[in-house]
């Protein structure tokens, strides 16, 4: 379970996060929403014990983030929004690395990254060095890494980007099946159809703000909208600039 209780996050003078409040049970997939630059990814970087808030509190599986951030990334995979890895090394090494910083057992490691390798199909690239693979197989690498120690929360920052159409849905199977053995799994994305496919609950961030909250079926009822894409625009006060902007650009061409 993540309990995120009135988060706040200033740089300087700007607010990212502006008094957020919202939980995530366990077996549930959470899917924050919200236009660039609205503090997504501040937010999830505060949850996985990255950064610090300015004020308020996150609870992971009862554990305060701020008292103690190695205990929570212990028992969480944080998947950034651009994946972190170490370029000289191959996949292979990289994992056997990730499993000793890790702790985890030699032929539980193996049995993992046989089975993630395989079913993210980069087994031809396990000894290539990290730093010449293309963007989605180094996704792939940073997603795989993860998972490699079967967490308990997962915290995803944008994490299909990149993925081709087959591993996309490899990864939601996956994050089916961690539903199902009760993780809590809190994903940010711009993809409204996946968030539609396999969120329970969505939360919508403007500007730093917790605007919305609730269930697909709740937000349309909330907006008085058919769409999840005309939920997004009209909550975040998109709808009408849109309208104006493709007058505008008719006009120009
Ligand atoms: N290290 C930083 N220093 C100063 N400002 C920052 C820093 N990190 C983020 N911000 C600002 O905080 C706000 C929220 O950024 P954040 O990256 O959380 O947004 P986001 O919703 O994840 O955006 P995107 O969808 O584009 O990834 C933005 O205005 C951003 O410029």
Not at 171 to 178: A, G, I, K, S, T
């Amino acid at each position: 379970m993540i309990e995120v209780e009135r988060l706040t996050k200033r740089y300087g003078g700007a607010i990212a996060v502006n008094d957020i409040t919202f939980t995530v049970n366990d077996g549930e997939i959470y899917g924050l929403l919200g236009p660039n630059g609205s503090g997504k990814s501040t937010t999830l970087k505060i949850i996985a014990g990255i950064i610090k808030p300015t004020s308020g509190r996150v609870i992971v599986e009862g554990i305060d983030v701020l008292k103690d951030p190695m205990a929570v990334k212990r028992i969480s995979g944080y998947v950034p929004e651009t994946p972190v890895l170490y370029e000289s090394l191959t996949p292979t090494e990289f994992f056997s690395f990730v499993g000793s910083v890790r702790g985890i057992e030699e032929d539980v490691l193996e049995d993992r990254v046989r089975r993630l390798v395989e079913a993210f199909g980069i087994e031809k690239y396990m000894n290539q060095l990290i730093g010449t693979l293309s963007f989605g197989t180094r996704q792939k690498i940073s997603l795989i890494s993860a998972l490699l120690h079967d967490p308990k929360v997962l915290i995803l920052d944008e994490a299909m980007n990149g993925l081709d159409p087959k591993s996309a849905r490899v990864f939601r199977e996956l994050l089916m099946e961690f539903k199902a053995e009760s993780k809590s799994i809190i994903f940010s994305t711009h993809v409204l159809a996946l968030a539609e496919l396999v969120c329970d609950r969505i939360g919508l961030i403007h500007n730093g703000k917790l605007i919305a909250e609730g269930t697909v079926e709740e937000l349309k009822e909330l907006a008085k909208e058919e769409s999840l894409e005309d939920v997004f625009l009209k909550l975040t006060e998109a709808k009408d600039e849109v309208a104006i902007l493709v007058n505008v650009l008719k006009e120009a061409l």
